[in-house]
Nanobody, 123 residues
Framework: VQLVESGGGLVQAGGSLRLSCAPS????????IAWFRQAPGEEREFVAA????????YYADSVKGRFTISRDNDKSTVNLQMNSLKSEDTAVYYC?????????????????WGQGTQVTVSS
């Protein structure tokens, strides 16, 4: 499945952005969808994930209470609402998908990746 991301951009610290991830041809039924991010010189890190079928969600400690991952059944998209953004949230954000119910929090656990979208938070 190909993943198409949208919604990145430049925002001031304390502001909000919403990212979206959509499959190119199929729905996300029976998939776990995750967001990862990668800052320059850093490893790719887990941000949040959702089990599409049951709706359960998981978050990295660094974004709990600020970010919300959700599914839109009508549009077959997964959204990441990011509030109270900080400069350390600046990174390229990637959507990833895997078949099955296990929620991996490491990049190697996912089979499909989007092209990435830049999020820049200015202080």
């Amino acid at each position: 499945v190909q993943l198409v991301e949208s919604g990145g951009g430049l925002v001031q610290a304390g502001g909000s952005l919403r990212l979206s991830c959509a499959p190119s041809r199929r729905t996300f039924t029976n998939y776990v969808i995750a967001w990862f991010r990668q800052a320059p010189g850093e490893e790719r890190e887990f941000v949040a994930a959702i089990n599409w079928s049951v709706g359960s969600t998981y978050y990295a400690d660094s974004v709990k209470g600020r970010f919300t991952i959700s599914r839109d059944n009508d549009k077959s998209t997964v959204n990441l609402q990011m509030n109270s953004l900080k400069s350390e949230d600046t990174a390229v954000y990637y959507c990833a998908a895997k078949i099955g119910s296990y929620t991996a929090t490491y990049p190697g656990g996912y089979d499909y990746w989007g092209q990435g979208t830049q999020v820049t938070v200015s202080s």
